[in-house]
């Protein structure tokens, strides 16, 4: 399905109007968790891991009301909808995808990782991010061919805001291999022995110096630590920004990275499966397994586009020869 670069201009601006309704909602209910009537806490499924609150709802709901009345035709897919049990499955046509708070357990715990993450594809194809964290007044703003930014939210990205990567227009500096990055993952809502111990594992070899009769067969990476920020969208902004260098998980869901996706490509990262299949970006979009490079130069400062896909497909090897290739459901 074709666009037009005005039309992608036309998507980011209402996007950022959508993260600006947002912000306002987040920061409220954020600051009113300590306050006598702060609000109840609901459990997905049984699962204390796994949080909504009705702040979650709200933005939800005031997110796919507005897109409803200005952008006719388009579909939507939002993570409380989809929990709520209504069917949204991801077609060529224009398709905005939403998490209102992704960190609601941050959020829950006043932990200041926290956004509002909103993306468009077409075609299935990101094309345009989004995404907020009011409580630390960070916007992140991508469209295809027009680079990311981060900015204020009463800032003109472009104008005001700083182009992503911080180095631009250059790539990042030499990751020469594993043990030099710093690595950002998650454990992930879901507990399962048969999740969490493949992610256990594969998150111990993705640090450690020595091999484990625990991952046979698998590589060690040594790297120098594993962060968790309990948020897909913030450990993907914390990349952009230089702060990481990868990023893996398996487990996240199409309305955690989305935005994220296009918003890492405009800053010179990749973003490919988790485990290593060959995938489109429809396929990868829904996978649920998710590896991100930062955009890099080569070892030896090269920093042409073909030296930098080198560079980054030999840290994407790497990560695949250690972590463990497996599958979480859908349902």
């Given at each position: 399905m074709s666009y037009t670069t005005e039309e992608l201009e036309t998507y980011l601006d209402f996007a950022i109007?959508?993260?600006k309704l947002a912000g306002p909602v987040i920061l409220e209910g954020f600051n009113s968790r300590f306050s006598p009537e702060r609000s109840a806490l609901l459990v997905k499924k049984g699962n204390t891991a796994d949080l909504v609150t009705e702040w979650d709802q709200k933005v939800e709901k005031l997110v796919r009301a507005k897109i409803a009345e200005e952008m006719k035709g388009h579909s939507f897919i939002g993570e409380e909808t989809v929990a709520a049990g209504e069917e949204c499955g991801l077609t060529d046509v224009p398709t905005w995808i939403v998490d209102p708070i992704d960190g609601t357990t941050n959020f829950v715990h006043g932990f200041p990782f926290v956004a509002v993450s909103i993306g468009l594809t077409i075609g299935k194809e990101p094309v345009v991010g989004v995404i907020y964290n009011p409580i630390l007044d960070q916007l992140f703003t991508a469209a295809k061919g027009r680079g990311a930014y981060l900015s204020k939210i009463d800032e003109d990205p472009r104008v005001q805001g700083r182009r992503l990567p911080f180095t631009y227009p250059h790539p990042g500096p030499p990751l020469p291999s594993l043990s030099m990055a710093l690595v950002a993952s998650e454990y992930g809502?879901?507990?399962?022995?048969n999740v969490i111990d493949p992610k256990v594992r594969s998150m111990r070899n993705l640090s450690s110096r020595d091999p484990s009769d625990l991952a046979p067969g698998r590589a060690?990476?040594?790297?120098?630590?594993i962060r968790c920020l309990?948020?897909?969208?913030m450990n993907m902004m914390a990349l952009v920004q230089g702060q990481v260098d990868v990023f893996w998980e398996v487990g996240c869901w199409e309305w955690d990275v989305c935005a994220g996706i296009i918003i890492v490509r405009e800053a010179g990262g990749i973003v490919v499966d988790g485990c290593g299949r060959?995938?489109?970006?429809?396929?990868l979009l829904t996978g649920r397994r998710f590896l991100v490079v930062r955009g890099c130069c080569g070892d030896d400062g090269d920093t042409s586009s073909e030296a930098t896909l080198a560079a980054q497909e030999k840290i994407i090897k790497e990560v695949w020869s250690i972590v463990e290739d497996f599958d979480l459901p859908r349902k």
């Amino acid at each position: 399905m074709s666009y037009t670069t005005e039309e992608l201009e036309t998507y980011l601006d209402f996007a950022i109007r959508l993260a600006k309704l947002a912000g306002p909602v987040i920061l409220e209910g954020f600051n009113s968790r300590f306050s006598p009537e702060r609000s109840a806490l609901l459990v997905k499924k049984g699962n204390t891991a796994d949080l909504v609150t009705e702040w979650d709802q709200k933005v939800e709901k005031l997110v796919r009301a507005k897109i409803a009345e200005e952008m006719k035709g388009h579909s939507f897919i939002g993570e409380e909808t989809v929990a709520a049990g209504e069917e949204c499955g991801l077609t060529d046509v224009p398709t905005w995808i939403v998490d209102p708070i992704d960190g609601t357990t941050n959020f829950v715990h006043g932990f200041p990782f926290v956004a509002v993450s909103i993306g468009l594809t077409i075609g299935k194809e990101p094309v345009v991010g989004v995404i907020y964290n009011p409580i630390l007044d960070q916007l992140f703003t991508a469209a295809k061919g027009r680079g990311a930014y981060l900015s204020k939210i009463d800032e003109d990205p472009r104008v005001q805001g700083r182009r992503l990567p911080f180095t631009y227009p250059h790539p990042g500096p030499p990751l020469p291999s594993l043990s030099m990055a710093l690595v950002a993952s998650e454990y992930g809502s879901d507990r399962a022995t048969n999740v969490i111990d493949p992610k256990v594992r594969s998150m111990r070899n993705l640090s450690s110096r020595d091999p484990s009769d625990l991952a046979p067969g698998r590589a060690v990476g040594h790297a120098h630590g594993i962060r968790c920020l309990g948020s897909a969208t913030m450990n993907m902004m914390a990349l952009v920004q230089g702060q990481v260098d990868v990023f893996w998980e398996v487990g996240c869901w199409e309305w955690d990275v989305c935005a994220g996706i296009i918003i890492v490509r405009e800053a010179g990262g990749i973003v490919v499966d988790g485990c290593g299949r060959d995938v489109d970006d429809g396929q990868l979009l829904t996978g649920r397994r998710f590896l991100v490079v930062r955009g890099c130069c080569g070892d030896d400062g090269d920093t042409s586009s073909e030296a930098t896909l080198a560079a980054q497909e030999k840290i994407i090897k790497e990560v695949w020869s250690i972590v463990e290739d497996f599958d979480l459901p859908r349902k």
